[in-house]
C-alpha cells in the first residue's frame, strides 16, 4: 500500500463548476497536511495547509481533513482554466514530505 | 523576500561527469530538503539537512549521492559519476523551523535543477 493515495485522473470539470480531489495516507501518525499545485515543467508552489480535523478555507480553496478515516481533500470552486494543473498531496510525520503521485486536473472553458 | 534559489535551473552532464546542485533557502529559514522528481512521477524525499548537520537521507541513494549544508554559502547535492537514470528535475525546499503541526514545518520550493545526463 502506498503512503500517500490519489487518483491520478485526469480529472475533467467544467469551468464555474467545483472540483474534487481527495487523498489518503496510510500512516496514523501524520500530522500536517498539504495541497501543493505543480504547472508542467514547473515547481511544486504551495495552495493550503491544514493539520485539524474539519474544513478549512481560502478564497476559492476549501481543505478537509479527517484524520479517523486517513483521509484528506481539496475542493475547488467557481473552477478556472488557470486551475489547470497537478494538485499534489503531501503529508508529514517525520519531519519530510511524503507526496502522492499527483492528479492532473483539466479545466474545461 | 526572496524565495528559494536554485542554480543551475538545466544542467547537462555526460556519463560519469559529476553534477553539482545548489540551493540558497529563503531569508529566515535554517532546514533544507531535496526532493527529486523523476518525469511523469512524483517527488520523492531524499534528504533533509539543517545547517552543517544531516538529520534524515533515509531518501538519498547509497552511492554517488552526497550532500551538505555548509555554515555558509548554499547547500549542494552532488552526483558523482552520473548515469542516465540519475536525469530528473531536484527540487530543493526550505522551511523556518521544525514543528509539529502546522505552519512552521510549512516547505516552500525552488525553481529545481532540471538534470540530464547524455
Known amino acids: 500500500q502506498k503512503e500517500v493515495e490519489q487518483n491520478s485522473g485526469p480529472l475533467s470539470v467544467p469551468e464555474g463548476a467545483i472540483a474534487s480531489l481527495n487523498c489518503t495516507y496510510s500512516?496514523?501518525?501524520?500530522?500536517?497536511f498539504f495541497w501543493y499545485r505543480q504547472y508542467s515543467g514547473k515547481s511544486p508552489e504551495l495552495i493550503m495547509f491544514i493539520y485539524s480535523n474539519g474544513d478549512k478555507e481560502d478564497g476559492r480553496f476549501t481543505a478537509q481533513l479527517n484524520k479517523a478515516s486517513q483521509y484528506v481533500s481539496l475542493l475547488i470552486r467557481d473552477s478556472q482554466p488557470s486551475d489547470s494543473a497537478t494538485y499534489l498531496c503531501a503529508v508529514t510525520g517525520n519531519e519530510k514530505l511524503t507526496f502522492g503521485t499527483g492528479t492532473r486536473l483539466t479545466i474545461i472553458p | 523576500n526572496a524565495g528559494v534559489m536554485q542554480n543551475p535551473r538545466h544542467l547537462v552532464r555526460r556519463r560519469g561527469q559529476e553534477a553539482r546542485l545548489r540551493c540558497s533557502p529563503m531569508?529566515?529559514?535554517?532546514?533544507v530538503y531535496w526532493y527529486r522528481q523523476l518525469p511523469e512521477e512524483g517527488l520523492k524525499f531524499m534528504v533533509y539537512l539543517q545547517k552543517e548537520n544531516i538529520i534524515d537521507e533515509s531518501g538519498m541513494p547509497k552511492e554517488r549521492f552526497s550532500a551538505e549544508f555548509p555554515k555558509e554559502g548554499p547547500s549542494i547535492l552532488r552526483i558523482q559519476q552520473v548515469v542516465r537514470g540519475d536525469s530528473a528535475a531536484y527540487f530543493c525546499?526550505?522551511?523556518?523551523?521544525?514543528?509539529?503541526?502546522?505552519?512552521?514545518?510549512?516547505?516552500?520550493f525552488g525553481p529545481g535543477t532540471r538534470l540530464t545526463v547524455l
Open positions: 531569508k529566515g529559514h535554517s532546514h
Open positions: 500512516d496514523r501518525g501524520s500530522q500536517s
Open positions: 525546499a526550505s522551511s523556518p523551523r521544525l514543528g509539529t503541526s502546522g505552519s512552521t514545518d510549512t516547505q516552500y
